[in-house]
């Protein structure tokens, strides 16, 4: 989703840029039956595809995110669950951290109410520079999801942009309305809650001027009918992801969510060596084997 229509080249910067709209536990064919403008909208522009949670791990959060995240599955980075000790984040490390390294200054945000994700507990943190993570006092999953993405936007709104950005929001309660009521009508409002938060970060990537910007919104796992995951049915392990960006149209063949990761990296024209070390490939690009 570009909010203009000019280069970087013809601005003089590097301003790329790459928001991921992280939403836990959202079923696939439940996601298909409800009105989510935000993921629709991204869906249009690029594509919104299903993708299967990769056989190397199971259908659970802490693996899934973290193929997402490093673009290599759980046989390399070695989370098999929300535990993540043993972790091969040093070997393996998140694209924040990666993409920082390869290009010194570059602006990132992270934000997520899940502690692994961003804090040093059950082996965390996940982004291994952590992030921001509302107060648990400041109220439910939606409450604090609502804290996440005002900070995502302020974030957006206020980074200066000519390095270009990553920008990642996580949205967590989805899956945990769904292991508390299954999959009824209070996970589908989390779903469509979810997506108008989204919404805000989408029309603050907007409001920028003189910027490109790639938009991927992207679950980790499904949920069996009464809640609950970590099995094999095709409602757990049927994830998806939506993109809209520069160079992105239909959905690519053999998509994987490690591809997420790579996508970012190429976004921003890190030079592929980098992440050569990748299981997942840019979209669109011709997976080799």
Not at 163 to 192: F, M, N, Q, W
Not at 220 to 237: F, M
Request: some cysteine; glycine content about 14%; aromatic content about 6%.
């Amino acid at each position: 989703m570009s909010s203009q229509q000019h280069s970087p080249a013809e601005h003089g910067t590097d301003s790329q840029h790459v928001l991921v709209i992280g939403i836990d536990g959202v079923r696939f064919d439940t996601l298909q039956e409800l009105s989510t403008p935000t993921i629709e909208a991204i869906g249009d522009a690029g594509f919104l595809a299903p993708v299967r949670v990769n056989e190397a791990g199971p259908t659970i959060s802490g693996p899934s995110w973290a193929s997402v995240f490093t673009g290599v599955f759980a046989d390399r980075h070695n989370i098999a669950n929300n535990q993540f000790d043993g972790h091969r984040l040093t070997e393996f490390p998140d694209v924040l951290h990666l993409a920082q390294a390869h290009r010194p200054g570059l602006p990132v945000f992270v934000g997520a109410a899940w502690p692994p994700l961003v804090g040093e507990v059950s082996g965390g943190p996940l982004f291994a520079e952590g992030g921001f993570r509302p107060d648990p006092e400041a109220g439910d999953w939606g409450a604090q999801d609502e804290l996440v993405a005002d900070a995502a936007e302020q974030f957006i709104a206020g980074h200066a942009g000519h390095l270009g950005s990553i920008v990642v929001c996580y949205l967590g309660a989805p899956d945990e309305v769904a292991h508390a009521d299954g999959v009824g009508p209070t996970y589908r409002k989390a779903i469509t809650d979810s997506d108008a938060r989204a919404g805000r970060l989408v029309d603050a990537v907007r409001a920028r001027q003189g910027e490109e910007w790639t938009v991927i919104a992207v679950t980790d796992h499904g949920h069996v009918d009464a809640g609950g995951h970590g099995g094999d049915t095709d409602e757990e392990r049927t994830a998806w992801i939506a993109a809209a960006g520069p160079g992105i149209s239909g959905a690519p063949d053999g998509l994987e969510q490690a591809d997420v990761a790579a996508h970012t990296m190429a976004t921003l024209q890190i030079a592929e060596p980098a992440w050569a070390h990748m299981s997942g490939r840019p979209f669109g690009k011709i997976r080799n084997g």
